[in-house]
């Protein structure tokens, strides 16, 4: 490696609390506005499906709820489960996340 190059580190840093924020915003925003989309659709032959897509709007809304709240509290990014920090990158993915990948199994 030259002298005037340094090696990138790849991993994810930990989001500050204002780009948390921001994700869980974003989340909210798009589950909205397909809860909307849903309500304005109204086709009878879809109704079964569309009510189970608002369930599982209604549901994920209310886990990023439950995230805006441990972000106030100072939980937020550690585990429900295990009490470990949550990766990055999961995070990343799922901003709402409340378990580790490895609880997250043993609770589904």
């Keep these: 490696m030259s002298a005037d190059t340094t090696p990138t580190d790849h991993r994810l840093k930990p989001a500050t609390a204002h780009e948390t924020r921001q994700r869980l915003e974003h989340e909210r925003a798009t589950r909205l506005t397909q809860l909307q989309a849903l309500a304005e659709a109204g086709e009878e032959a879809a109704e079964h499906l569309m009510a189970a897509q608002k369930e599982t709007l209604q549901r994920v809304l209310k886990e990023i709820d439950a995230a ?17 920090p949550i990766p990055a990158e999961r995070l990343e993915i799922l901003p709402y996340a409340r378990y580790c990948v490895p609880c997250q199994r043993t609770t589904d």
């Design 68 to 84: 805006f709240a441990r972000v106030e509290d100072g939980r937020y990014g550690t585990c429900q489960g295990c009490s470990k």
